[in-house]
């Protein structure tokens, strides 16, 4: 080794040095701030976290102030959500990726959905209120505040789904089709089992998204907090959907604008642990829906 290439080799060594050490300390302030962020929230609203703080609603009469409605309510959101916006999300990520012919029209409609992921959620809460709540007449109510998110996660599940099914390799195609399936067959029995574990992911980050909301939901669902009255028959569980119902990022809002800081930090804590517990459940179902792991 020359001495010209020895110099050219402790130069490069040395820019490695100096980028591996930028990328740890970016890595380290990452780390630290979400690291920071989490535990100051549950430092100041774990004090507020209690039995009676889950499990009741808030009463003047009693002067107790509890979360229960606002949970249901965050249910109630997001499994109607779901339940609309899933077999929409997954047919047209199917569509596109199986059906459509490359083209204009593909790239048109992927464009179209990367736009609508970046609008800003008060817009859609605009729309929302005007169109459904409005010209459709269901003013504020959890089904208006579940359209309207089911619009705003929508590209989120078709994107991450045509992601998966791109994963899947060709020769799988080629090879259901070769021993005689037909192309649906192929589709159901081949390409979703193998994508479930993306799939899964874009669901349950779409669910995330769905829980963290608030400012669509403020236009659109209002900001009830009471528990449903079931009836005898268990009746107000379905009429629940038609009324207003304020979910747990409405009641922080709430919370914070008449300076009930310790009350809204633990409606944090408590969203905060829903949140963490969204992607630890990711990580379990991606794992075991995973069939190349098998």
Known sequence: MDRTTSICEKRRKSKDTILIGFTLLCA?????????????????????????????????????????????????????????????????????NEYAKPGKVVRLIEFTTETLSGIPSIIFGLFGMVFFGTTLGLSYSLLTGALTLSLMVLPLITRNTQEALKTVPKSYRDGALGMGSTKWHMIRTILLPSAMPGIITGIILATGRIVGESAALLFTAGSGYLLPKLGEYGEGLFTKVTGPGGTLTIQLYLSMTKAEYDQAFGIAAVLLTIVLGINILTKVLARKFDVNRR
């Open 28 to 96: 380290g302030i990452a780390i630290a701030l979400f690291v920071g962020i989490v535990a100051y929230v549950f430092f100041r609203g774990i004090k507020s976290v209690n039995w009676e703080f889950l499990t009741t609603a808030p009463s003047a009469i009693k002067g107790t102030f509890g979360i229960a409605g606002n949970i249901i309510n965050t249910l109630y959101i997001v499994i109607l959500t779901l339940l609309l916006v899933t077999p929409i999300g997954i047919g047209a990520a199917i569509y596109l």
